[in-house]
């Protein structure tokens, strides 16, 4: 039988750096799980299409090569063909994940369908994470594909015991290790942040805060523009590209966090830190559905007026600019600001349910034990 923990990955760089800072913190995670003896031998092949952006969250990354091995896997790009495809014709895989509707190369495909291997491929579809109803609804679901000897199933990230779960990774210890300060982070899409700027100037003179990070990204720019704007003096310091291990120390020891994306709010939410969550952008203004969907988690962590102050300040977040009322929006971030001590209980509380939860990659090895060797497939 072939090893079962031989596991490929599919990453296709789709949101700039969210989607592989999710699929190489799965990786890692799996990885480690591999000092478990039940699952001995794991195995990781990381194929990745834009390894430039790979190497923005991991330096050791060299995007000129076709494969290298970097932290105990093997990577590969995506998009050299002839390559890929004769290294997997010798060794054809036997778990992929393919991960946020990423498709399979061309290459792979041919391996899976034309050229027909003979053993069972189990195809693990990690979605996007949500907290709407329907994580649970698809967790574990099966789907058919064009052959008896490539299976599918997808297996859902969420927010409740129902679904795989969040990556914990090293969250548990670097809480240990927290030493709060008073310092914000602030990572986000492009829109108009004068809202913010304009409350975060009067917050500061008034609770002595020591500095703002800004991440690298899409909305680094609007902020700037609308801290220069509105002529602000709190200090702000602009993150260079950083590691994903030194981002994650970062991160634990602020006392406020305004997170966009997956990662980044999987990683916030863990933290128990206070946060406001800016959603990936979508046509009609689907964000606000995810949004709703992941306020109602909060919901029982927190008294009815303090989660109406988070509810306002999110939905302000995630609404178009030609929507909001930029006076009341920003008296809706300041009252978030300034409710901060009272609101920590309520995201500690929810950190903690999360965590226990588990672990997405334990849940997620777990599951390929299950159906690679127990149920002989």
């Given at each position: 039988m072939k090893n079962p923990f031989d596991i490929t990955i599919l990453c296709k760089v789709v949101d700039n750096f969210g989607d592989i800072g999710v699929v190489y913190r799965l990786a890692k995670s799996i990885l480690n799980l591999s000092q478990n003896p039940q699952f001995a031998k794991t195995k990781i092949r990381l194929i990745v299409d834009d390894l430039t952006a790979f190497n923005k969250i991991n330096d050791k990354i060299d995007d000129k090569k076709s494969f290298?091995?970097?932290n105990g896997m093997e990577i590969y790009d995506w998009n050299d063909f002839d390559f890929c495809?004769?290294?997997?014709?010798?060794?054809?895989?036997?778990?992929?994940?393919?991960?946020?509707?990423?498709g399979r190369p061309d290459w792979l495909e041919k391996i899976l369908f034309d050229d027909k291997v003979c053993h069972i491929v189990n195809i693990i579809m990690i979605d996007y994470l949500t907290a709407e109803d329907y994580a649970e609804t698809f967790h574990r679901l099966q789907s058919l594909t064009r052959?008896?000897?490539?299976?599918?199933?997808?297996?859902?990230?969420?927010?409740?015991?129902k679904t795989g779960g969040l990556i914990l990774d090293n969250m548990e210890n670097l809480l240990q290790k927290k030493v709060e300060k008073k310092q914000i982070l602030f990572f986000s899409y492009d829109r108009d942040w004068s809202f913010?700027?304009?409350?975060?100037?009067?917050?500061?003179?008034?609770?002595?805060?020591?500095k703002l990070f800004v991440a690298q990204g899409k909305g680094k720019e609007s902020f700037c523009k609308a801290y220069k704007d509105e002529k602000c003096n709190f200090f702000v310091e602009e993150?260079?590209?950083?590691?994903?291990?030194?981002?994650?120390?970062?991160?634990?020891?602020?006392?406020?966090?305004?997170?966009?994306?997956?990662?980044?709010?999987?990683?916030?939410?863990?933290?128990?830190?206070?946060?406001?969550?800016?959603?990936?952008?979508?046509?009609?203004?689907?964000?606000l559905v995810k949004v709703n969907a992941l306020l109602e988690k909060l919901r029982p962590f927190f008294s009815e007026s303090d989660f109406e102050i988070i509810k306002k300040v999110w939905i302000d977040f995630n609404s178009p600019d030609s929507e909001l009322d930029k006076v009341q929006t920003q008296q809706n971030v300041l009252e978030f600001l300034k409710n901060i001590e009272n609101l920590k209980d309520g995201f500690e509380k929810f950190g903690q349910n999360l965590r226990k939860n588990g672990d997405l990659a334990f849940n997620l090895m777990t599951f390929i034990k299950q159906i690679v060797i127990i149920e002989g497939n």
């Open positions: 290298q091995c970097v495809y004769n290294e997997f014709t010798k060794n054809p895989p036997v778990v992929i994940l393919e991960c946020f509707q990423c052959s008896a000897r490539v299976q599918k199933v997808n297996f859902m990230p969420g927010f409740t015991e913010l700027t304009s409350a975060l100037e009067k917050f500061y003179n008034e609770n002595g805060f020591e993150l260079p590209f950083i590691n994903q291990e030194e981002w994650d120390a970062l991160l634990v020891d602020c006392s406020i966090l305004f997170i966009r994306g997956e990662e980044s709010l999987s990683r916030a939410a863990l933290s128990g830190i206070p946060f406001v969550w800016h959603a990936y952008p979508q046509s009609d203004e689907y964000q």
